[in-house]
C-alpha cells in the first residue's frame, strides 16, 4: 500500500520568509497529490493539489512541485503571514478496489509563522 | 461550509455506553470516508464507502461499526470504546474518478472516551 513520510514534523519561520515541506510517497500509480491546511479546531482544507502530468504548479504565493522519478512532492510557502501558520498535510491516493480513493496522508507539519 | 455536516460537534461517553456519529454531505459525491485524528498521530483512515458499499476496512476494531444507507449519509457506531479512542473522527467525501479528487472534510466529532 501506499507510504508517505513528510518533513519537517514542526517548521518555524519569519515573516516573510518563505517555507519548504516536503513529502515522499512509495506508489508509483499514485498521480493525484494534495495538500491541505488545518488550522487549530478546524477542519483539512486543499489549498493546492498537483496530478502527475504536470511538474509544478502555482497559485498566488503558494506552490507546489512533483517529481515522479525521485516519488517526492514539495510545497512551498514564499513570502509567509502569520495566517499560514497551520498543519499541513500532504497526501496520496490509491484506488480501493471497488471504488473510492484511499488517501494516505503524511505525519502532518506544524507549520509556525512569527512576528 | 464545505457540504460535509457531522453532528455531533462533541461527544463524552462511557466505557459502556452506545452512541452513534453522523455524517451527511449534499455534494452529490458517491464516496465516503471515515478518519480519526488523533493528537500525536496523522490522519488515519478508518473505512472508505463507495456508492454506499464498503470497499476498505482499515484493521479498525469491531466495536467501532460503519454503515452507509445511501450515498449522502454515514454512520459510525460506537459501543464498549477505550480511553485511547479518544481523538477527533473526521468524515470526508469525494467524488470518485480515476487518478483521486479533493477530499471534502466535515468539522469533525470530538470525542472522549471516560
Known amino acids: 500500500g501506499e507510504n508517505v513520510e513528510q518533513h519537517p514534523s514542526t517548521l518555524s519561520v519569519q515573516e516573510g520568509d518563505s517555507a519548504v515541506i516536503k513529502c515522499t510517497y512509495s506508489?508509483?500509480?499514485?498521480?493525484?497529490f494534495p495538500w491541505y491546511k488545518q488550522e487549530l479546531g478546524k477542519r483539512p482544507q486543499l489549498i493546492i493539489d498537483i496530478r502527475s502530468n504536470v511538474g509544478e504548479k502555482k497559485d498566488q504565493r503558494i506552490a507546489v512541485t512533483l517529481n515522479k522519478t525521485a516519488k517526492h512532492f514539495s510545497l512551498h510557502i514564499t513570502e509567509t503571514q502569520p495566517e499560514d501558520s497551520a498543519v499541513y498535510f500532504c497526501a496520496a491516493p490509491r484506488e480501493v478496489t471497488g471504488g473510492g480513493n484511499k488517501l494516505t496522508f503524511g505525519t502532518g507539519t506544524q507549520l509556525k509563522v512569527e512576528l | 461550509e464545505t457540504g460535509v455536516t457531522q453532528t455531533p460537534r462533541h461527544l463524552v461517553m462511557g466505557m459502556t455506553n452506545k452512541k452513534s456519529l453522523k455524517c451527511e454531505q449534499h455534494?452529490?459525491?458517491?464516496?465516503m470516508y471515515w478518519y480519526k485524528q488523533s493528537a500525536k498521530k496523522p490522519l488515519e483512515l478508518m473505512f472508505v464507502y463507495n456508492f454506499k458499499e464498503q470497499t476498505e476496512n482499515n484493521s479498525v476494531p469491531s466495536r467501532f461499526s460503519p454503515e452507509c444507507p445511501n450515498s449522502s449519509h454515514l454512520f459510525l457506531h460506537l459501543h464498549t470504546l477505550q480511553p485511547e479512542d479518544s481523538a477527533l473522527y473526521l468524515c470526508?467525501?469525494?467524488?470518485?474518478?480515476?487518478?483521486?479528487?479533493?477530499?471534502?472534510f466535515g468539522q469533525g466529532t470530538r470525542l472522549t472516551v471516560v
Open positions: 455534494l452529490g459525491h458517491n464516496a
Open positions: 506508489d508509483s500509480a499514485s498521480n493525484y
Open positions: 470526508a467525501s469525494s467524488q470518485d474518478r480515476t487518478g483521486g479528487t479533493e477530499a471534502f
